[in-house]
């Protein structure tokens, strides 16, 4: 069975850090690049990391570039996304899929930066 399944969200106080595991299971996911999304209140989806099969190359948003670090452990199929510098806007449930995507989407983890 193929799943995705995100945690470490919470409430965080602008100026402060989380970080976020996606846990991949059912699919060869240490040949995949895999990928962070994030979708705030009343907004699209969009995407936020991306990080090789290997580990080695990644990519990231404008907006999130600089405080943001995607990583993975093959071994255990999970990626992280270490979140610094958290600011209001980076409120959002967060998501991770494969690349290319599977047609569905995990629960999410929600992150909520408030004073």
């Known amino acids: 069975q193929v799943q995705l399944v995100e945690s470490g969200g919470g409430l965080v106080q602008p100026g402060g850090s989380l970080r976020l595991s996606c846990a991949a299971s059912g699919f060869a996911v240490s040949t995949y690049m895999m990928d962070w999304y994030r979708q705030a209140p009343g907004k699209e989806r969009e995407w936020v990391a991306r990080?090789?099969?290997?580990?080695?190359?990644?990519n990231y948003a404008e907006s999130v570039k600089g405080r943001f670090t995607i990583s993975r452990d093959n071994a255990k199929s999970t990626v992280y996304l270490e979140m610094n510098s958290l600011k209001s806007e980076d409120t959002a449930v967060y998501y991770c899929n494969r690349y290319p995507p599977l047609p569905f989407w995990g629960q999410g983890t929600q992150v909520t930066v408030s004073s």
């Open positions: 990080i090789f099969a290997s580990g080695s190359f990644t």
